[in-house]
């Protein structure tokens, strides 16, 4: 994953009580940041509670789902759809193992 695609989820409580996506790893300490959606906002370590009660910010998902890469192109003879494996191909493996 390229730092341009790297980010983090935090939950902002205070003034929108959302949890908000932004650039970068982890959160670097700083007073202030930008999220994904634009939005300058005020950062602090949240509490647990803070993770419970903030709802997503949509605006921020939008943003990650519109970045989000281009599926690659099946490869003739990939089993796996170019190494992305959905639910339905792990579901298949793991009944072919669990038989006996």
């Known amino acids: 994953m390229t730092s341009e695609r790297q980010h983090f989820w935090m939950p902002i409580p205070a003034p929108e009580s959302k949890r908000h996506a932004f650039r970068g790893r982890q959160w670097d300490g700083t007073p202030v940041a930008e999220s994904l959606?634009?939005?300058?906002?005020?950062?602090?370590?949240?509490?647990?509670?803070?993770?419970?009660?903030?709802?997503?910010?949509?605006?921020?998902?939008?943003?990650?789902?519109?970045r989000a890469p281009e599926p690659e192109p099946t490869c003739q003879g990939c089993p796996y759809r170019s190494g992305r494996r959905d639910p339905e191909t792990i579901r298949a493996e793991l009944e072919r193992t669990e038989s006996p």
Do not use: F, K, N
Request: glycine share 4%; charged share 20%; hydrophobic share 35%.
């Open 37 to 66: 959606c634009g939005s300058a906002l005020p950062m602090a370590r949240p509490s647990e509670m803070d993770w419970i009660q903030c709802p997503t910010c949509w605006d921020c998902w939008q943003e990650l789902l519109e």
